[in-house]
């Protein structure tokens, strides 16, 4: 619990998994200000662990500011960390992509696309090229939807540029010819 993390701290002030579960505990407790903190200080000793970006965000979002995961990738992304820049692009990705999915179920189908296309300028800044296969087959969806065909095509064709065996977007390709 709560004593054993402080304690492993005072040992080691830099154990990132002591530091990730204390802010999952103090977000328990409703005490955000303090979980953030704890798990900044967690993703700047180790920003190559998702794990701490994944609670972070969870962080955000009991606080109701889930957006507040945007606000930190800009940030780093002036301050020019690439490590910190791809671990936040990657959370900021899973958030528009929930928003994304929100839109489409309460049927805004063009701002889900819209969403989907700031995904692929933050997976392409960040070079995040495996997270860039479902993004351009969910516009291709998208676009087939709003029957926009031409725009379909083209991004299952970028699919397939990535990934020539995706079986769905092959199919998706041979239906709109």
């Known amino acids: ?16 998994l002591a530091l990730n579960n204390l802010g999952a505990i103090l977000s328990h407790k409703k005490l955000y200000t303090s979980a953030v903190e704890k798990v900044h200080e967690a993703i700047r000793i180790n920003p190559n662990e998702p794990m701490f970006f994944k609670n972070l965000g969870a962080i955000y979002k009991k606080m109701g500011s889930p957006q507040l995961i945007i606000a930190d990738y800009n940030l780093y992304l002036k301050q020019g960390s690439a490590n910190l820049v791809r671990g936040y692009g990657m959370a900021v990705g899973r958030y528009l992509r929930q928003s994304g999915f929100r839109l489409y179920d309460d049927g805004h189908l063009g ?20 997270g860039l296969v479902p993004i351009y087959f969910s516009l291709g969806l998208l676009h087939e939807e709003k029957s926009d065909l031409e725009r379909a095509k083209k991004y299952f064709k ?11 977007a092959k199919e998706r390709l041979d239906l709109l010819r």
Do not use: C, W
């Not at 619990?1 to 990132?16: K, P, Q, V």
């Open 158 to 168: 970028k699919v397939l540029a990535f990934n020539p065996l995706h079986i769905q």
């Open 1 to 16: 619990s709560e004593f054993y993390f402080n304690r492993a701290l005072e040992l080691d002030g830099n154990n990132t």
């Open 111 to 130: 701002d889900a696309i819209a969403k989907f296309m700031e995904i692929e300028t933050v997976y392409k800044r960040i070079s995040h090229q495996l």
